[in-house]
């Protein structure tokens, strides 16, 4: 069965995200991080996430979670949830931020 993710608007995400609230996960691969991220991202890759939560350990802060079109970081919010994280946001794509991007 599929349950459709809520995302988290991007309006919302930077201003957690520029207070300090929260930490902004992308979960693409490191190939897709060094072409283009949203600033201030810290790569967490899907495929290492369940092995490497020690790099994220504070599982009551807020992470909002991106990906290229959405379907990883729907995937990486319920990990996170499973694993024990307790207020994980799921921002979506990287195409839905219009506030620009690193590279």
């Known amino acids: 069965m599929f349950f459709h993710s809520t995302h ?3 309006e919302e995400a930077k201003k957690l995200i520029d207070s300090g609230e929260a930490v902004l996960l992308d979960v693409r691969t490191r190939p897709e ?3 283009a991220h949203i ?3 810290k790569l ?3 495929g290492d996430m369940p092995n490497n939560f020690s790099a994220i350990p504070d599982k009551a802060k807020t ?3 991106y990906c290229h079109s959405g379907s990883r970081s729907m995937m990486a919010k319920r990990i996170m949830q499973k694993a024990g994280y307790t207020n994980v946001q799921d921002l979506g794509s990287i195409m839905s ?3 620009g991007y690193a590279k």
């Open 8 to 10: 988290i608007r991007p």
């Open 33 to 35: 991080f060094q072409e």
């Open 39 to 41: 600033p201030g991202a």
């Open 44 to 46: 967490l890759t899907l």
């Open 63 to 65: 992470y909002i979670v």
């Open 97 to 99: 931020w219009p506030y």
